[in-house]
């Protein structure tokens, strides 16, 4: 799909080629059989479509040169393809994680695209996992597509300074997609996981496309650790089971290796101070490597926490760095910090964690306040199920 | 493609630069205008005289109607354009940031239609 779009310059031309090769395909193999390489034949077949479009538009352009302007992006196939098709070239799929999450396009947009391009989703499953109309959805990407040959968005891997910048810009979607999956902020299912699974596979292949990337391998590492507790985050009845009380004999060890490989690999040729992502990661692999909540090294996350919070100065980092303190240096340590974090007063984490560092010091009712306050915030009824049920616990022992 | 470069800045807030300022601008457009030309870029550009000298005309019924400046009271208005002729949107963006106005103001990128 990648070479096709780099050779049409259009999403929808190399669309069409491709479904075209695929009713080609279902009328030849029901003749002939299969043949060896279905993916290479249906390739070609492909590329045959649009070397006849290529040819059908010129002769529509010759004849009516008012209509030219529609074909702005066109690239004349023939003379590009036998030069540089090789089915799938990896250089076309990067090119066009880039063109996807272009910053000119809307995030929500570039969402959109980049599952309906680059993952292996169809628009009617991406309209279900956001819970949007399929005509929606459909009118998102076709809205995205058009303001791509029309303003002509580049299908290249960004050069020199703009690379930085636009590398964290398909970072920041490929983890969009997974937190959409992760924490539904709709939807009475916590966790999708085919929006889990697509996020994965895209930060796997920007791995695979940009290797000396270290910040690829950090992102990937997080959703892959993150991911791995999904069996364990909710209960038969739904609800929300926070890290430490979670059965960690549920968690996919498969995941979790992979991704303490991913962060062990040495750092590259010109090694970079992990960034935020990776932060996270190692984060997250902390709680990974203990056995049991109590040999959580909370005093390691403490120090990942302000080392994060150098790049992300923001209230929640301060807030999760109170937590680790809380549990490596104290209770009441980990409150007062918290008490001085003034900006969170809206965030419903912020009063649940003041709650259960509050129940945690026997403080039941400031810690029936607290979960009061925070249920008054949350929105997903998965967690609002979880808050009650903590709020239900101290209000039983005043 | 060629992109329309369309420059919004705050015409109230212009007019109370002081002179020093204004020639700040000034050479700032100046040095912008001459590398554009210099990279075969530069397809035209004008600078407009403020909405205070602006009329907008409408025909309802075969009538003309005239009114005095611009219909939208918006803070930021049209002050200039640049056409540019660039490869893609990525180096259109790339001039359009270059652009003074873009510093205080905002640059609008839209690409010409070929018909």
Redesign the interface.
């Known amino acids: 799909m990648a070479s096709l779009i780099r050779l049409s310059g259009s999403f929808d031309l190399a669309e069409e080629a491709l479904q075209d090769a695929f009713i080609l395909a279902l009328r030849a193999w029901t003749e002939a059989g299969v043949p060896d390489n279905p993916a290479a034949w249906i390739t070609t077949a492909a590329r045959r479509k649009l070397i006849d479009a290529a040819r059908r538009e010129r002769t529509r352009r010759e004849k009516h040169p008012?209509l030219?302007?529609e074909s702005?992006a066109w690239q004349d196939p023939d003379t590009s393809f036998e030069a540089e098709f090789s089915p799938d070239m990896p250089d076309d799929r990067l090119r066009l994680i880039f063109t996807c999450c272009?910053p000119?396009l809307h995030i929500e947009a570039q969402i959109a695209l980049t599952l309906r391009t680059l993952g292996g989703l169809t628009t009617a499953e991406i309209a279900r996992s956001f819970l949007l109309p399929e005509s929606t959805l459909a009118q998102r990407l076709v809205r995205a597509k058009n303001k791509i040959r029309?303003?002509?968005?580049?299908y290249?891997v960004?050069s020199g300074g703009?690379l930085a910048e636009r590398l964290s810009a398909v970072q920041a979607v490929i983890y969009l997609i997974f937190n959409e999956g992760y924490t539904a902020s709709s939807g009475s299912g916590l966790i999708r996981g085919d929006l889990c699974s697509e996020a994965i596979r895209l930060a796997r292949l920007l791995c695979e496309l940009m290797p000396e990337e270290s910040e690829s391998r950090g992102l990937l590492a997080l959703l892959l650790l993150q991911d791995s507790r999904r069996a364990a985050r909710v209960n038969r009845e739904g609800e929300l089971i926070t890290v430490e009380e979670q059965d960690r004999s549920l968690w996919n060890r498969a995941e979790v290796d992979e991704a303490l490989g991913l962060l062990a690999q040495p750092a590259g040729r010109e090694p970079k101070a992990p960034g935020r992502y990776e932060l996270e990661a190692r984060i997250a692999a902390v709680h990974a490597r203990a056995a049991t909540p109590a040999e959580t090294d909370w005093r390691a996350i403490a120090r990942l926490y302000e080392e994060l919070s150098w790049f992300i100065p923001s209230a929640v980092v301060a807030l999760n760095q109170a937590v680790a303190v809380a549990m490596s240096d104290g209770f009441e340590t980990g409150l007062a910090l918290m008490d001085r974090i003034g900006e969170l007063d809206g965030y419903y984490l912020y009063h649940s964690a003041r709650a259960d560092l509050l129940r945690r010091l026997g403080r039941n009712p400031e810690a029936a306040a607290a979960y009061q306050r925070a249920l008054a915030l949350v929105t997903n009824p998965v967690e609002r199920a979880y808050l009650t049920r903590r709020l239900e616990a101290v209000q039983a022992v005043p | 493609m060629i992109y329309a470069m369309l420059i919004y800045t705050d015409h109230a807030a212009d007019a109370q630069a002081s002179p020093e300022q204004q020639q700040a601008i000034m050479g700032a457009y100046y040095g912008f205008t001459n590398e554009v030309k210099e990279k075969n870029l530069y397809k035209a550009g004008e600078a407009l005289h403020p909405t205070t000298a602006a009329t907008t005309v409408r025909v309802r019924d075969g009538k003309t109607m005239t009114t005095d400046g611009p219909f939208a009271e918006t803070k930021e208005q049209l002050g200039g354009f640049y056409l540019l002729d660039c490869k893609d949107l990525d180096e259109a963006i790339e001039y359009a940031a270059k652009i003074p106005g873009a510093s205080h103001g905002s640059v609008e990128v839209r690409p010409i239609v070929i018909w």
């Open positions: 008012a030219r302007y702005a272009h000119a029309d303003a002509r968005i580049p290249e960004p703009r």
